[in-house]
């Protein structure tokens, strides 16, 4: 038993000390594991599972459990900035007026600001369909300058406030070409 | 005398044109940003751009956000550049290039990986890594 124990430790300062280069694949805030393709040479290694590891100089794949990872990268994940915060805000159809739920919504776009240390605002402007997509290209980047001035008017500071119109890429509802849709005529705020 | 002011004029322009990548969200212990020769102290709230070397101490810490939401943090003793990095807001299309020459390196992909799986590649002294839309953590150990 002790030697099996002694035989662990060994194994576990091996992995978290040896020179070399280390890279593992985390589970996403929201469980989500997507890829790294790891090239080295001519050799490819895919990680595609929560902790799969690759180290240098071994062919084979590994796995780090999640108190390695925190031993070895504590100091950089509690450096991880804060997730942007995401808010949707909806115009009363044919104004530039927000409607009474999207004016709710300005308050917790400000609590957001409050929460992180040196807040920046990215205002996206969104369209849906009608129309060609160059007149959204400009419509969406409108709709974002309307609440970016919003946002200067409840005392954000105008310098920490980009904008960005995306047109009808991005359809939070998809539908077919030129339809009206008042879910995707939306602007998003990205607190970060 | 003509072309030494199209060489002002043009430094300037191009300094106003070199987009910020991103900015530093958390800084601890002792951090600095490389920028040409300049060597200044990281803080939180400063500016990040292309060619960017950060380089921390033993106790350093620095956490970037970059214009893509991506967000990286790089942990003690460690030299990370930005050597590239584009990002277009409206298409987000774009290229994020960076290497790691020694330390700890976490980062979380933005949005021009979601885009275009190949906008994203972090170097190593040994190994090119193509992010394809994950959370993962690097380390370099120089000993």
Redesign the interface.
Known sequence: MAVLVVAVMVALAIIT?????????????DG?????????GETQQV?HEAYAT?L?GQPELTRLSAEQ?QS??G??????????ATFLLYFITGTDELTEESKLELDKVLAALRA???P?V?V?GHTDTVGDPEAN?RLSAQRAETVKSFLIGIGIPAERI?T????E?ELLVPTAANFDEPRNRRVEI?V? | MRASLAVVLFSISAAALAADAG??????GAAHIERGSVRLPAR??MPVQEADRVVTGVDG?????FAD?S??????S?TFAIDRYVFD????AGKFDSTLSKG???V??GKMVKQSPDAMHVR????????????????????
């Open positions: 000390a040896a020179p070399g280069e280390t890279v593992t694949v985390l589970p996403s805030a989500h594991v997507g890829t790294v393709v790891v090239q080295r990680l690759s240098s990872v070895t990268y100091g950089a994940l509690h450096a991880l900035p804060a997730r942007p992180r240390p040196s920046d990215l996206i290209d980009r960005a119109g995306r047109g890429r990205n970060r | 900015e530093i969200k958390v800084v601890s939180v709230g810490n620095v956490g970037i956000t939401n967000l990286l943090s790089i942990g003690p460690s807001t409206t298409t987000h700890t390196l976490a979380v992909s190593t002294p040994s190994a090119i890594m193509g992010v394809r839309g994950t959370d993962f953590v690097v380390r370099v150990s120089d000993h």
